[in-house]
């Protein structure tokens, strides 16, 4: 599986999936479409919006987001990618983050 990293979204949001074009490139797994999702800001609250046919799981892998429905995200929401993890960051100070916590298997930090 490709590395992940993170990524931080501004104000003007941006894309996660596959295809080389999207601001977050995941890579590496067969289960990331090439538009996975798409991150927008409204104010200070972001929301991410499924696009894809494979899923996208929020704080759990069964928890599937509706496709093409914004969903708010909270601070410490964790998203389900495919095989990645990722936890989120909103700050009022700093765009939102979304940080890599573990890859499927592996347990997640508890803190």
Wanted: contains cysteine; glycine residues 14%.
């Amino acid at each position: 599986m490709g590395a992940a990293g993170s990524h931080t979204f501004g104000p003007a949001g941006g894309t996660i999936g596959r295809r080389g074009d999207n601001d977050w490139v995941l890579t590496g797994d067969q289960y990331v479409s090439s538009n996975h999702a798409a991150i927008t800001a409204r104010g200070a609250d972001y929301y991410v919006t499924e696009s894809s046919s494979n899923g996208t799981g929020i704080n759990g892998r069964d928890r599937l987001l509706p496709k093409d429905q914004p969903i708010k995200l909270n601070d410490v929401d964790v998203l389900f990618i495919g095989e990645f993890e990722f936890r989120v960051g909103i700050s009022a100070e700093a765009p939102e983050s979304i940080d890599p916590i573990a890859a499927v298997g592996a347990p997640a930090d508890p803190c």
